[in-house]
């Protein structure tokens, strides 16, 4: 039983270490502030087209789906609450860290467990530089600046996808559908609508960078690491945010 | 009691990677200016051994030191100064695929904190480093734009660009043919004999041992020039063989053509 528990315990120890390592590095020398521009750029616009198509179809299927059942309330009014109240909540942080965990923690941990393989990693010591520094922490820092940024978008993009079809479809003015979406926003769903993709960017960049640094086995191994580290990320988002949701209605239980 | 003055010594190294023991109880010295050169079966430990010496693989127990300063138990931090006093051939090459060759061949002179270099100084270096192993003309060109020798020099440029006293070459002419084979270590003996470097070689080939004991290189025409036996040369080069981690066999040219065990001379007669 103990033997079947040293590896997982070994590993969760390993990504502790290396997570540890990460966020020190934020504050040590040398900075490789070229490196933090090119990931914000791979991430962050990289992945914008894939954010705001998914946010503007999310927030329209939410107007839809939510408007039938407000529908048997005569409630149609509020679709745009309900609209604002779950993306800024859950669906803008999720779905963007989902999206943003399938194309780069796995581009992530291919490019690593890539360069792992053939030996650039060890090259990369031997020639006198950190590879958690190099490698590690601009991509740490630059998920945690463009996830936010993204999920704003998605969240903006996913409203106006309600919009569209509280206007067409529901035949409710945009004053109304706006007003109703400005009035119901308050501080508390901004607080977690920004700390869940800041936090979910840790998941995101460093179970990437670990499945990636830990590759073993050549090609293949380079294939198994970029799965594990989609779905180990994945899971882990939605962990968190049951988590942080969690946390934020103990705080505020009305 | 004080290590004797080696450019790289071994006292009783032991490496396991997840139970499995790679290096058991290795121990060898290098005086400086020598050359070892490697030899074994694959996964007999002779990578392991390179990288432990590199400090990159931590020994569990036994000391290694690079000239004289034991690196066995230094933080990764204090082991950039050791290491930019070796220069690495890594067995693929490993070349950044992201960079130029230019850029490759600089990475060590812009990076390594001991190396304080301006940018026209180390442009000077970097083509004085690919001169040496005449791909001067490929500074624009990516890794992937080269053929498998002209990676494996440009790595040797790459190992010798900021002149250190020790190398190590990790099979450097695998998977390469005979010609470029040739070429590969005629530019490793050229560095050794031009720098007076330590030289380590993990090797298959045993002809890469027969030139590396019993050739220098010759300035004046560019090629290898046999010693006849008689050289400094032949003295100063060993064989270390290794097999399932142990090193079974420290030994001059003469005593390795000479064993009996099945095991040596298979890799001799079957290299031969």
Not at chain 2, 148 to 157: D, L, P, S
């Amino acid at each position: 039983m103990l033997d079947l528990l040293k590896r997982p315990i070994l590993t969760v120890q390993e990504f502790y270490l290396l997570a540890g390592q990460a966020v020190r590095n934020v504050i040590r020398q040398p900075h490789y502030g070229d490196d933090i521009s090119l990931q914000m750029d791979q991430i962050g616009v990289g992945s914008l087209p894939i954010v705001v198509l998914t946010g503007f179809f999310s927030g329209a299927v939410m107007a839809l789906q939510m408007s039938r059942a407000l529908a048997q309330y005569g409630q149609v009014g509020k679709t745009g609450e309900i609209v604002a109240i779950s993306l800024v909540r859950e669906l803008g942080p999720v779905l963007t860290a989902l999206l943003v965990a399938g194309r780069n923690s796995s581009g992530i941990a291919s490019e690593l467990g890539s360069m792992k393989v053939t030996e650039q990693i060890d090259a990369m010591r031997a020639l006198g530089t950190d590879p958690i520094q190099k490698l590690v922490t601009p991509r740490l820092v630059a998920t945690a600046v463009v996830l936010p940024l993204l999920t704003i978008i998605a969240d903006f993009i996913g409203m106006f996808g309600g919009y569209m079809i509280a206007v067409f479809r529901l035949n409710l003015t945009g004053t109304q559908y706006w007003s109703s979406v400005w009035q119901v926003l308050v501080w508390d769903d901004l607080a977690q609508g920004l700390l869940k993709p800041f936090v979910f960017a840790f998941v995101v960049a460093l179970v990437g960078c670990f499945f990636g640094l830990r590759t073993t086995g050549g090609t293949q191994g380079v294939g198994r690491a970029t799965t594990q580290a989609v779905v180990a990320a994945s899971v882990l988002v939605f962990v968190l945010d049951f988590f942080i949701t969690q946390l934020f209605v103990g705080l505020n239980p009305k | 009691m004080t290590p004797e003055p080696a450019a790289l010594r071994f006292e009783n190294v032991f490496v396991a990677f997840e139970g499995e023991e790679v290096l058991h109880s290795v121990s060898f010295a290098v005086p400086a200016g020598e050359t070892r050169i490697l030899f074994g079966a694959a996964g007999s430990g002779k990578t392991v051994a390179l990288k432990t010496a590199l400090g990159l693989v931590t020994p569990d127990s036994g000391r290694v030191y690079v000239f004289g300063q034991d690196i066995s138990r230094l933080p990764e931090r204090e082991l950039f100064d050791v290491r930019s006093k070796i220069g690495m051939l890594f067995q693929e090459s490993a070349l950044f695929d992201s960079l130029t060759i230019e850029e490759n061949v600089a990475y060590p002179l812009l990076n390594q904190k001991s190396i304080r270099c301006g940018p026209e100084e180390c442009r000077r270096r970097v083509r004085e480093a690919l001169r040496f192993v005449e791909l001067e003309h490929t500074l624009e060109k990516f890794p992937s734009e080269l053929s498998g020798g002209m990676r494996r020099r440009v790595a040797i440029a790459r190992a010798v660009v900021t002149g250190p006293p020790l190398l190590l070459y990790d099979s450097p002419t695998a998977g390469l043919d005979p010609i470029t084979a040739n070429t590969i270590i005629t530019l490793i003996v050229k560095q050794r004999d031009l720098s007076n470097t330590t030289t380590l070689i993990v090797t298959h080939r045993y002809q890469n041992g027969n030139l590396l004991a019993n050739y220098r290189y010759e300035p004046q025409t560019g090629r290898l020039l046999r010693t006849n036996g008689a050289g400094r040369r032949t003295a100063a080069t060993r064989f270390l063989g290794f097999k399932d981690g142990r090193l079974i066999l420290d030994a001059t040219q003469d005593e390795l053509d000479a064993s009996t065990d099945p095991y040596v001379s298979k890799f001799v007669k079957h290299n031969g």
